[in-house]
């Protein structure tokens, strides 16, 4: 395999993700939607990512499977994958290391690892679904893709997996439309299309935010579920904290295109580090005995909006809303990665870099 | 399903009576009626006899009438014996006259329009795949270049080429010598060898209006999230454009069907004459200016018949095609 690269991977590291660049060149000019971002994602763990709209998340998903929207392009950077190697369909319990960044975005090579080997799962379960077709018509489709199995087997599959996602009648659901069906049903129709294949990873592209708040939480304690039963690693999109604070294992804060901090749940909630993550995590509403700070207080925002993304600001992208803000640095070097500790990662010049000058 | 055939069935029933109130009505509109032009046409040359004549003619058609008496003999002949009366002009039976074009008539309309309907799918799938490259201009250019070229001239050209080159017989469907002759391979061959050339000229008029349809419909469905679903699940990009976006892109193409089948007895009139075609077209438009009345409002009710069965096809196929059409279970989901 050309793409097949040595074993520059750690060993409990699925995904790795390193300075990927995905940039969109339109007639206004070139949007980099991604910018340098640098994630891992761990066997069997659960990757939120988080930040507000328009920074470049969904991008970031898309990237990895290539299946960004044209005029999209990957175009830098690194994406290190394991991938299980197959004799005919049945695992060989071998493992190799495939660079997706460089793989032909058409090629069957990619094509034979999306909904095989990484699926994903969409935020609008009635768009995401073709109106005119079966929600089983589209689930045995992902089967019959990557394996040679007869009609009937794939739709015993199909109807298996329908049950495992909590679909009730699921021989009956198979032939419904995704119109018939209800939103929280949607998306699980969903997520059984896209666990039709065992996949070791599954990007959950905000699955629970067309929902509502109990479907919501069905359907995260449902992927909690599957994820015990399959043992696949979830990357898990959201702009919810609530949610990460309830699946994630590891968190990467993301703004404009750039992996602003990352580590573990626990650090990233206790010890945030970027002013960024900070700011985030003021903005959360809080209930209960300890949000009684004063008769009224009001909730804190993070003032400004996401910069417009033909027009980023130089140096840290982050300056012109930052509380800590320092004139002629932050606005001029762009922040290298920092490392601190296990796998804790902060992009942001109050904790160095600034040394090192211009790049 | 059938219920809601049956219902439709009925409800045209008052929509054709008001069709053809209104075709026989439109008939009689212009001043004068076909007698008036016959004598015209005779002349003054024996003008006494001619009168008579007239006279005991307007007498046999009931000309001299009121409205609804001749309204009414018109429409119970038809319903009742399927007799559309008498053509002035040609002094035959209405229907003989239609049904010998009509076949042709059909065979013609419907071999164009799926060529037509071919062509403009395809081009106008290929063209929205690869919106903004070379070959999506290149096909639109030739679309709208089809569109701008009038039929007629068109026709003039294929004509001096398939005489010129291939040496046919100008016009018409047949050659000479098969014109009346019973039909056999050679003639069906014949008309195979004939039939290109109106084939072209009426395909590409209508090909460029489609592959826009076309190519419009199919950009709105191909950046849908459905198609960015099907890739990620690994599919083949041209397998999942035509399982997806395609399918969903046809909708409109399919409500057309319900103003294709008109014209495919009125349509290309300029281009039957210009060909010389033993169609329908150029006997409406002779029908018309001789005010013959009832050959004319029998063209006119059928394609008032024939706007109501398309409609009627188009809404079933399109229930058929699109499962989020329910038109029986109205209220009740």
């Excluded at chain 1, 060149?25 to 939120?48: H, M, N, W, Y």
């Excluded at chain 2, 026989?24 to 002349?43: K, R, V």
């Excluded at chain 2, 399918?247 to 294709?260: D, E, K, Y």
């Excluded at chain 2, 495919?264 to 009345?293: H, K, N, W, Y």
């Amino acid at each position: 395999m050309q793409a097949a690269v040595g074993a520059d991977l750690a060993q409990d590291s699925l995904l790795s993700v390193r300075s990927l660049k995905t940039q969109f060149p339109v007639d206004q000019g070139l949007v980099k939607a991604v910018d340098g971002a640098s994630f891992e994602i761990r066997r069997g763990s659960t990757l939120c990512v988080v930040g507000e709209s328009g920074c470049g998340k969904s991008v970031t998903a898309r990237s990895i499977l290539q299946i960004v929207d044209r005029p999209g392009r990957v175009v830098g950077g690194e994406m290190l994958f394991r991938r299980r190697l197959r004799n005919g369909s049945a695992l060989t319990g071998e493992e190799e290391i495939v660079d997706l960044a460089k793989l032909d975005p058409k090629g069957a090579e990619i094509r034979d690892i999306r909904g095989r080997d990484i699926a994903m799962i969409f935020q609008e379960p009635m768009t995401s679904l073709s109106p005119v077709h079966t929600i089983g018509d589209q689930i045995v489709e992902a089967v019959h893709v990557h394996e040679n199995l007869s009609k009937a087997e794939a739709k015993d599959r199909a109807v298996d997996v329908l049950q495992r996602v909590g679909v009730p009648k699921p021989k009956q659901r198979f032939d419904s439309y995704p119109f018939q069906l209800s939103g929280g049903l949607r998306q699980r129709a969903m997520i059984a299309m896209a666990l039709v294949c065992n996949p070791v990873l599954l990007i959950a592209d905000e699955p629970t935010t067309a929902l509502d708040v109990t479907t919501q939480a069905q359907i995260l304690e449902l992927m909690h579920e599957l994820q015990a039963d399959y043992g696949m690693a979830i990357m898990f999109i959201t702009h919810d904290l609530g949610v990460v604070a309830e699946m994630a294992d590891d968190v990467v804060v993301m703004y404009l295109g750039l992996a602003v901090e990352r580590g573990d749940v626990r650090s990233i909630f206790h010890n945030p580090q970027h002013p960024y993550t900070r700011a985030l995590l003021r903005s959360i509403p809080k209930l209960g005995l300890g949000a009684r700070t004063g008769p009224r207080t009001r909730l804190d925002t993070i003032r400004g909006m996401v910069p417009d993304p033909y027009n980023r600001p130089a140096g840290c992208p982050f300056h012109n809303r930052c509380d800590e803000f320092m004139p002629g640095t932050c606005d001029r070097i762009v922040p290298p990665p920092i490392q601190f500790g296990d796998r804790r990662e902060v992009r942001c010049l109050l904790h160095g870099g600034a040394e090192e000058d211009t790049r | 399903m059938l219920r809601y055939i049956a219902r439709r069935v009925l409800v045209m029933l008052p929509t054709l009576f008001l069709i053809s109130l209104a075709s026989f009505f439109i008939i009689q509109l212009p001043p004068g009626d076909f007698l008036t032009t016959y004598a015209a046409g005779m002349g003054a040359q024996d003008a006494i006899v001619a009168r008579e004549h007239l006279a005991a003619l307007e007498e046999r058609y009931g000309l001299n009438q009121p409205f609804h008496v001749q309204y009414w003999q018109w429409i119970s002949n038809i319903v009742c014996c399927g007799d559309f009366g008498q053509s002035f002009e040609w002094r035959r039976p209405v229907s003989s006259l239609i049904w010998d074009r009509l076949t042709l008539t059909m065979l013609l309309a419907v071999v164009s329009t799926l060529f037509m309907w071919f062509v403009a799918f395809l081009i106008g799938t290929y063209t929205a795949v690869r919106q903004y490259s070379i070959g999506d201009y290149f096909w639109t250019f030739v679309g709208f270049v089809g569109l701008a070229i009038p039929n007629f001239l068109l026709a003039l050209v294929l004509m001096y080429i398939s005489f010129r080159y291939f040496g046919q017989s100008v016009g018409g469907l047949f050659s000479p010598e098969y014109q009346n002759a019973p039909w056999s391979i050679g003639k069906l061959w014949d008309l195979f060898q004939h039939m290109w050339i109106p084939v072209i000229v009426i395909a590409t008029a209508g090909a460029a209006g489609t592959i826009r349809i076309m190519r419009a419909n199919l950009l709105d469905e191909l950046h849908r999230p459905y198609t960015t679903t099907a890739r990620a699940k690994g599919m083949q990009e041209w397998r999942l454009i035509a399982k997806y976006p395609v399918r969903l892109a046809l909708n409109p193409f399919i409500s057309t069907v319900g103003w294709t089948l008109p014209t495919l007895i009125s349509g290309e009139i300029i281009v039957s004459v210009v060909l010389d075609l033993p169609t329908t077209g150029p006997l409406l438009l002779r029908a018309l200016r001789s005010q013959d009345m009832y050959l004319a409002g029998s063209f006119i009710l059928m394609l008032g018949v024939l706007t109501l069965i398309g409609t009627l096809l188009s809404d079933i196929l399109l229930a058929w095609l699109d499962p989020r059409i329910q038109y029986d279970k109205v209220g009740s989901r």
